[in-house]
């Protein structure tokens, strides 16, 4: 079988979307390309596979590292170096950045084969930091990935935070590290390996390729893997490749790779990269963690042999091993799922408030990008809009008011205060303010008919600040689950899958309040009348508010900008 290898790749960060055919300025018939996006093709040869007649993965990132390179050089109008890649995944997932298909030749079959997001830096000119330019908005879909590509951005950032409160909270969360009698010594796993800069390892800037660099390591991680399990594995994700500094021609790089813990049907080996040259001392120049499965004739994951740290720091590897094998299960759990797949309530813990956080504000996101409402009624300048798809109900309300959008952002930010202008919400505690952005709640609301117990809602609430002039601020909510607030007899225990206001700021005194809701069991209740147009509660909830925010506006205005 010949295949032809079709690697993807554009700029997520652009401006919020207008009107979109506008935007494009295309005449009828005509397709939209993004400016940024560049295709590579190549043919699968003999010499790019392993063993097994696969594509090797380390030429996979090599190429993916070109095609990245190329778009963000297309876009910045100068030279760049890659600074990280991440979200790298070898499977069958949807996504987008970094996109890579085959195709059989022979039968135009078509399939996905990896996914990724990479971040480059422009490289520094001689007049100093090169001032990007802002990507022009296009489309929707460039719309709600620029917004999601904010969110990752935060993740990348508190990742190391996440990993380090983790280790720090307890070992009964993680588990203690266990001795078996037939456990592979890591020592046995170590390698080492030394690789000369050379030319054609070079790009026009005499620096090192850093598809180069990741290929590297993915194959004396790959031998790692293999001193454990005496077979060939399978590279299956990578945690974040971060770039610390250059590599240039002449370089000589030390590559040196481990396996820090061994479980069930996987292995985590980290490696690291490190530069020197003559007798100068070595340079990090990178670091990566990669997990390994061994498949059987049936392609099924096997059971691997156990492993035993080294006495001191190979504890603390095996430790942490722990830790981030715990943050993408809850990554895989929570954020790789579609949205109907992802149950109601998740349990809320700190080690994966991060991507519980980052998957409530995509989940609104992605509502807000949505442009196919429809107009159910419309009563004292307030608009319900509902969406049916999937056999899943959805709604917002759109109403205007005359206050400053961040003001508006802080009032209905404190869901304590919301009981002032909701008649829903019958009482609100504030349990946990997880940090300056996401604050856990438990939510009280009436009773529908006469002898129904009420309903209570454990939300988290997600809230941020615009990343640019033209985002919206967002207020996100939806359910998760706390072992210090379980279900009682008193109220029935509602759930919330996705909910929130988006706030546009249209002038300096005029605000665009959408709020959105996704129905479920527990909400439908509350506003199946609204939508049969047999009640006008929701209006009369969205009047009160407007007179809330007005008469709450100057308990705002005195205070400085730091308190607000």
């Not at 078509?110 to 001032?131: M, S």
């Not at 003001?407 to 202008?421: C, G, I, N, P």
Request: with cysteine; proline share 5%; aromatic share 8%.
């Amino acid at each position: 079988m010949i295949c032809l290898l079709k690697i993807e790749y554009f700029s997520l960060r652009t401006s919020p979307k207008k009107d979109q055919k506008a935007q494009t300025g295309l005449k009828n018939g005509e397709v939209y390309r993004n400016p940024t996006e560049v295709k590579m093709s190549q043919i699968v040869l003999p010499c790019h596979a392993n063993h097994c007649g696969e594509l090797s993965a380390g030429q996979l990132l090599k190429w993916m590292d070109s095609t990245a390179c190329l778009s963000a050089e297309r876009h910045a109008g100068c030279s760049c170096i890659t600074a990280s890649v991440d979200d790298i995944h070898f499977e069958l997932i949807k996504g987008v950045g970094i996109l890579v298909t085959c195709e059989d030749l022979y039968t135009d079959r078509q399939w996905k084969v990896c996914h990724a997001f990479a971040t480059f830096v422009a490289r520094r000119t001689e007049a100093g930091k090169v001032q990007l330019k802002q990507v022009i908005p296009r489309t929707q879909m460039e719309q709600m990935e620029y917004s999601l590509a904010a969110e990752r951005r935060r993740m990348r950032l508190i990742h190391a935070e996440i990993i380090t409160d983790l280790l720090s909270s307890s070992t009964a969360q993680l588990g203690e590290c266990q001795e078996y009698q037939d456990a592979v010594p890591a020592e046995r796993t170590r390698v080492e390996s030394v690789e000369l800069v050379l030319p054609p390892h070079a790009n026009h800037q005499v620096s090192t390729f850093g598809g180069q660099i990741m290929a590297w390591m993915e194959n004396v991680a790959t031998i790692a893997a293999s001193r454990l399990c005496n077979a060939h594995p399978t590279l299956r994700t990578i945690d974040m490749f971060h770039f610390r500094g250059p590599s240039h021609i002449g370089d000589r790089l030390v590559l040196k790779a481990i396996v820090n813990n061994a479980f069930k049907n996987s292995m985590e080996v980290g490696v690291c990269a490190e530069a020197y040259q003559g007798g100068e001392p070595l340079r990090h120049i990178n670091s990566a963690f990669m997990t390994f499965e061994v498949l059987d004739s049936d392609r099924k994951p096997r059971t691997l042999p156990r492993l035993r740290p080294e006495p001191v720091d190979g504890k603390r590897r095996y430790q942490e091993a722990i830790a981030r094998k715990k943050i993408r299960l809850d990554r895989k759990y929570i954020i790789s799922c579609k949205q109907t797949e992802v149950p109601l309530s998740v349990p809320w813990d700190p080690s994966n408030q991060m991507y519980l956080s980052y998957n409530n504000v995509s989940a609104l996101k992605l509502m807000d990008a949505r442009n196919n409402w429809v107009l159910t009624s419309e009563k004292n300048k307030v608009s319900l809009y509902t969406l049916e798809e999937n056999q899943v109900l959805c709604f917002k309300v759109e109403m205007h008011v005359s206050i400053p959008a961040e003001q508006t952002f802080h009032l209905l930010s404190d869901l304590r205060r919301r009981k002032e202008w909701d008649r829903h919400y019958e009482s609100c505690e504030l349990i946990n303010q997880a940090d300056e952005e996401d604050t856990l709640y438990r939510v009280a609301t009436p009773s529908v008919s006469k002898g129904s117990k009420g309903q209570d809602f454990i939300l988290l609430a997600s809230r941020r600040k615009p990343c640019d002039a033209g985002d919206p601020y967002l207020i996100a909510l939806r359910s998760v689950t706390l072992p210090t607030h379980p279900p009682t007899e008193d109220y029935t225990r509602g759930e919330v899958l996705c909910a929130g206001f988006s706030i546009w700021e249209e002038s300096c005194t005029v605000t665009k309040i959408t709020y959105y809701n996704q129905a479920t069991p527990g909400v439908l209740p509350y506003i199946s009348t609204d939508i049969a147009g047999l009640s006008s509660s929701f209006y009369c909830a969205f009047s009160a508010c407007s007179h809330f925010l007005e008469a709450n506006k100057d308990s705002l205005a005195a205070l400085p900008p730091s308190a607000l």
